[in-house]
């Protein structure tokens, strides 16, 4: 899970919930969107907002509990 | 548990569904009388129908007050459970079996145009859902497109089918009016519900796939339910047989409909846990 850029890292969790395009799309996409950045600039210091970003969507798909443990998990892996 | 695995236990649920959907042939293929096979398929039609009823809550309750997917999952399931309302007022059905009068066709036309409305509205919402979530990234030309192809799709499928019992409906028969409405209603579902057949496709290898897919193959089937009376019927079927595939397209739409509420629980409650 530790190799790669932390936009791969990311896609890479998400992978398994939504499919490696949608979780490729979905990072890339609210990267520019809500961070005003390319995925491949991404910074540990930029996680946290990236999950806030993708909270709203991931709970239309997941519901609250399995969003919040997702996310809680990316979160841990860059602090 | 692992992702293959994970994979595995919705394949054997897609698996399944399909077995069930095809039990009304061996039903025809053992009931010999025809009265008795009516009561046989009403019985089991209703099963169903609460079946994809009892589903589509369960996918409803497993969100939160408020979620944007909640109200959709509701309204299918009010959709069904209209069905089953309607379906326990009329009775077994003779058509295709024996000769007999529709014993209320007024109620058959009212719960069709309820559950279709349901159905639209329901499938309406879910695609709101899906849009407003910031994931479909499709450009507005391919949703158009894809809008377009819907709707020559629909009308193959289910335009027959309205041009034969259009005559009807004009002269005032009630079950052809109710026949007109949901074959429009029908083709309405397909038509709206495109978001949710793209959802299936963009997420496809992930889990969250499943509940869009099965969903999918719920309208599918609805759809051939209603292409069954003009190509089948063209295709010289006798009344027997088609009456039987008809039965087997809507135990398929009834039944994906239950497995696509059942999936997307496992997706909401499961889909992280450690085993």
């Not at chain 2, 293929?29 to 008795?36: E, G, S, Y």
């Not at chain 2, 909640?70 to 309204?75: F, K, T």
């Not at chain 2, 083709?187 to 978001?195: C, I, S």
């Not at chain 2, 009456?243 to 992280?272: C, H, K, N």
């Amino acid at each position: 899970m530790a190799a790669g850029t932390i936009s791969e890292r990311i896609e890479a969790r998400l992978a398994p919930l939504l499919g490696p395009n949608m979780a490729r799309n979905a990072t890339r996409t609210f990267c520019r969107r809500d961070l005003s950045k390319e995925a491949e600039a991404l910074t540990a210091a930029d996680v946290p907002r990236l999950a806030a970003a993708l909270r709203p969507a991931l709970r239309t798909l997941l519901g609250a509990a399995t969003t919040e443990q997702l996310l809680g998990e990316i979160t841990r892996e860059f602090q | 548990m692992s992702q293959a695995r994970r994979h595995r236990r919705f394949q054997a649920l897609a698996f399944v569904t399909l077995a069930v959907g095809l039990l009304p042939a061996p039903f025809a293929a053992t009931i010999a009388d025809p009265v008795q096979l009516a009561g046989a398929l009403f019985g089991w039609a209703i099963a169903m129908y609460l079946l994809a009823a009892s589903g589509t809550l369960v996918a409803a309750l497993t969100y939160d007050r408020g979620a944007p997917m909640r109200p959709g999952w509701l309204l299918l399931s009010g959709s069904y459970l209209v069905l089953v309302l309607a379906l326990l007022r009329i009775g077994p059905r003779a058509n295709g079996l024996y000769p007999a009068i529709h014993g209320a066709p007024w109620v058959d036309f009212l719960g069709s145009v309820l559950s279709g409305a349901m159905a639209v509205t329901g499938f309406i919402l879910l695609s709101r859902a899906w849009r407003a979530s910031g994931l479909d990234t499709t450009s507005r030309a391919a949703r158009v497109a894809a809008r377009l192809v819907a709707v020559a799709v629909a009308v193959a499928v289910a335009g027959p089918d309205l041009v034969e019992r259009l005559p009807a409906a004009m002269n005032g028969d009630v079950l052809a009016i109710g026949d007109v409405v949901t074959d429009l209603l029908d083709g309405g579902v397909f038509v709206v519900a495109v978001p949710v057949l793209g959802a299936a496709l963009m997420l496809g290898g992930g889990l969250v796939a499943w509940p869009w897919l099965m969903l999918t193959a719920s309208l599918v089937a609805w759809l051939g339910y209603d292409a069954t009376g003009a190509y089948c019927g063209a295709a010289g079927l006798d009344a027997r047989t088609l009456r039987v595939a008809d039965e087997v397209l809507r135990t398929l739409g009834a039944a994906f409909a239950f497995s696509a509420g059942i999936a997307q629980r496992w997706v909401m409650t499961d889909a992280l846990r450690d085993d």
